[in-house]
Structures are given as structure tokens and as C-alpha cells.
């Protein structure tokens, strides 16, 4: 009776990702429609042949959108549809040949990577209702436009989110494996995951300073759980994590792709106010008007800027808490106008729930990773629970970061350059509501 219940819930979950995946499919329009932004342009550019050559990692686009766009082979393709929300340019979208193979792979990689990450966390769930909503919710966060509509863009974004999905969906696999000694798969699942870590690392600068957080969690945990320690591949892993985290840093400050948005900051944060000029003097800034100081700014601004951030701690503060607020505030793509259908405001409206535009997101995520923490010393010996817990912590400071990155890195586009660790925030919120309802209501420990 008890298999017969247990099948019975594996089929109606696949029920719902069936009818999930049919909806995010047919709700947005053709898969091959695609908007150009101010950025595609360098996209381009970072595909063109030789892709793998001795500065593969010091382009002015990080390995992985070279990469996916060198395979898409859009040199000289013509882009019709562009949009400038700085200029209030926005438009449709359009079938732009050469580009509709882009966007149609970002919309079904992006089904795939979101439906692996509800597969991943119902798989760990034990009550059959939990499943159920773990599939619902995780697919429907997905799927709704704060997400999909990114698939459209030819950008970095998409590629973010989904690698996202299934690094973290593999990296379940990884950690639950590890507990329970499981060598079955084990060493294709951990390659398979490194892989794909490394692939969404060098999407974007800042997830860098995510898989940093991951190689600190990953040494802790090694060092606290002894039934992780027996596992010799997982300081393989680590190492890997070590490395990838060495290279994307130092590949981050050797191609100069933070040189304009530091720039930015020094231009409307720093040289305009006397007292922030006269710190940094203090550090050997020369005259922002002498011919010494491009040689300074390109060898110390970073380092500079930091300890000016550090050193000021009132102001740190007070600058990110005051902007908390706006940087919650959107939960939709600046780029395209969609078409207003029945469908669509069906999807808005499920988007404003679970992409709510409040920081109280950010509040909530605290307590709900003391929540764990407190539950966790009710659950010592409860190793599926720790697990889930070191993923919590991981996620948290891993968005807390790179939140601040995002958020300190430039002074113009903030929203944007913020809004991957906004939806981790939002992520997690539902993830672990969903896993302690679920471990409130188990009679049997793990």
C-alpha cells in the first residue's frame, strides 16, 4: 500500500511538471522571438574566432558567453530589434535570424534547468503534499516572467539563471550522495556538477564571489560532519572549487572588466565629495586631473575603494540600507512590451507572489535561516536536515554578497547588476518554507 501511495505521487509530480513545462512553452509567445540590449553587441564581438586562446579569460566577456555565442556563429548577423531603457527605447521583440537559435536554446534550456531543480528538491522531501508543492512552487518561480522573459534577451541573464538552476539541483545530488556514502553515479554527477559550476562562475564576475562563499562552507562542513569527511572525492571537489575561485578572480582584474563601472563609481561617488577625495589621497590617489592618475586608478582603484568602504563603515551601510528598498522593487525585465493576454495576466499575477517586490524578502531569509539553525539543534543527528541547513547558509551569504558586489561595484544600472541575488533571496524563501513544513511534519528521523 505503502509503494502504490509513493508511486502514485511520483506520477501526479510529473503530472505537474508535464503541465508546467506546457505552459511556460505556450504562455510567451514564439520561442525563437528575441530583443537585443546596449550589451549584445560585446557579446558578439566576445565570440569571435580564436575562442580558445591564451586570453580566452581576459576578454571584455567572461569564457561562457564567449563560448555560447561563438557556437550560435552570429558574426554579421544584423540585429532589427534593440532596446535602450536609459533612452526609452523599449519595443517588441522580433524573429531575428542567426539570433532565433540563441533565444530558442535559452528558452528550452531554461524549461530543463528549472525542471531538474524541482525534480532535485521533491526528491529530498518525504511527505507526498510537500512534493506537490515543491514541484508547483519551484516550476511556477521559474517559469513566470521575472524569469522566462530573460530567456528572450540576448544577454547574460538567461544563461545566470539556468546554470544557476541546475548547478544547484546537481550540487543537491553532490551533498545528499555524500551523506549517504552513495557511490552509484557519484563520480559522473560530481564532474557533471563541477562542470556546469564552472560554466555559470564565468557568466557573470560576480558569481565568482558565490563559489568562494561554496569553497568555505564546503571546508567547514568537511571539518563539522564527520560522515562527509569519509569521503575522499569530496576534497577532489573542493580543490576544484579552490581553483576555479583563483582563476575567475584574478581572470576578473586581468581582462579590465572592472575598469568602467569603477570608473562610474569614482566619477559620482568619490571624486565629487572633498572629504572621500581627501582619503583617498591619503592611499596615494594623485590629482584626478594630472596625468599620474590613470596609472594609479588602473593599479589601486579596487583596493582602494574597498578600504575607503571598510574604513567607513557608517556610510557602507547606510548607502546599501537606504537603497534596500529599491533594489526589491522590480520583478520584471525592462527590455520588451509583451502582449497583454489572458494568459499573461494570469502569469503576472502569479509573478507578483512569488517575486514580491519588498526587501521584507531579505528580513524574512534572515529568520528563516535562524529558523534552521534552531531546528537544526533539535535534529543533531539528522543528517539529511544539516544538509539542507549548509545549503541555506550558503545560499544566503552566497546572495548576501553578491548583493553587495552588485550593489557597491557600480553606481549606475544597480537594479540590474543586483537582480540575480534579489531572486535568490526570493528562491529561497520558498525552498526552505517548503523543507522545514516538511521536516515539521516527519514522525521518523532520517
Given amino acids: 500500500m505503502e509503494l502504490l501511495k509513493k508511486q502514485g505521487i511520483n506520477i501526479l509530480v510529473l503530472a505537474v511538471l508535464a503541465f508546467m513545462s506546457f505552459i511556460r512553452l505556450t ?28 586570453d580566452v579569460l581576459t576578454k571584455s566577456r567572461l569564457f561562457t558567453t564567449n563560448l555560447f555565442y561563438y557556437l550560435a556563429d552570429v558574426q554579421g548577423c544584423e540585429i532589427k530589434a534593440v532596446s535602450y531603457p536609459a533612452l526609452r527605447t523599449e519595443t517588441y521583440r522580433a524573429v531575428q535570424l ?5 533565444v530558442f536554446f535559452q528558452n528550452i534550456l531554461s524549461v530543463i534547468a528549472w525542471s531538474l531543480l524541482a525534480l532535485a528538491v521533491t526528491k529530498r522531501l518525504s511527505g507526498g503534499y510537500e512534493k506537490l508543492l515543491a514541484v508547483s ?13 530573460w530567456d528572450s534577451i540576448l544577454g547574460s ?27 552509484k553515479r557519484s563520480t559522473f554527477i560530481n564532474i557533471l556538477a563541477m562542470a556546469t559550476l564552472v560554466l555559470w562562475a ?82 596615494g590617489m594623485p590629482n584626478p586631473a594630472s596625468a599620474e592618475y590613470s596609472t594609479w586608478f588602473n593599479e589601486n582603484a579596487p583596493r582602494a575603494y574597498a578600504r575607503f568602504l571598510l574604513a ?15 533594489i526589491f522593487s522590480e520583478n520584471i525585465q525592462p527590455y520588451f512590451y509583451s502582449e497583454q493576454t489572458p494568459a499573461r495576466s494570469v502569469l503576472m499575477a502569479v509573478n507578483d507572489v512569488l517575486h514580491p517586490k ?29 544538509l539542507w541547513v549548509g545549503l541555506g547558509i550558503w545560499l544566503f551569504l552566497s546572495a548576501s554578497l553578491t548583493l553587495a558586489v552588485g550593489f557597491f561595484a557600480d553606481s549606475i ?9 534579489v531572486e535568490m533571496f526570493r528562491l529561497m524563501m520558498w525552498v526552505f518554507l517548503i523543507v522545514l513544513f516538511d521536516q515539521s511534519n516527519r514522525t521518523v528521523e532520517a
Avoid at 542567426?98 to 540563441?102: E, T, V
Avoid at 526587501?359 to 544539516?386: E, P, T, V, Y
Fill in 27 to 54: 504562455s510567451y509567445g514564439d520561442l525563437n522571438l528575441s530583443v537585443a540590449n546596449a550589451d549584445t553587441e560585446t557579446y558578439i564581438k566576445g565570440g569571435v574566432a580564436p575562442l580558445f586562446s591564451k
Fill in 98 to 102: 542567426c539570433f532565433d537559435r540563441i
Fill in 137 to 149: 512552487l519551484i516550476t511556477a518561480f521559474g517559469f513566470t516572467p521575472s524569469i522566462a522573459d
Fill in 157 to 183: 541573464e538567461s544563461l545566470t539563471f539556468s546554470l544557476f538552476a541546475i548547478s544547484l539541483a546537481l550540487m543537491m545530488e553532490v551533498c545528499f550522495n555524500f551523506a549517504r556514502e552513495n557511490n
Fill in 202 to 283: 564565468f557568466t557573470r564576475d560576480a558569481n565568482i564571489y558565490t563559489l568562494a562563499v561554496l569553497f568555505a562552507v564546503s571546508i567547514i562542513s568537511y571539518f563539522v560532519f564527520p560522515a562527509v569527511r569519509k569521503t575522499k572525492n569530496l576534497l577532489v571537489l573542493i580543490t576544484a572549487i579552490f581553483l576555479v575561485t583563483v582563476i575567475g578572480l584574478q581572470s576578473a582584474m586581468a581582462s579590465g572588466r572592472w575598469v568602467t563601472p569603477m570608473t562610474n563609481v569614482f566619477n559620482d561617488l568619490i571624486l565629487p565629495h572633498p572629504a572621500r577625495v581627501e582619503f583617498m589621497q591619503t592611499l
Fill in 312 to 326: 567607513h563603515p557608517g556610510y557602507t551601510l547606510t548607502a546599501f540600507t537606504s537603497e534596500l528598498g529599491g
Fill in 358 to 386: 519588498t526587501h521584507l524578502i531579505f528580513i524574512l531569509d534572515i529568520l528563516l535561516i535562524a529558523g534552521l539553525l534552531f531546528s537544526l539543534f533539535r535534529r543533531k543527528k539528522n543528517i539529511n536536515f544539516s
Fill in 413 to 421: 544600472g544597480v537594479t540590474r547588476h543586483t537582480m540575480f541575488a
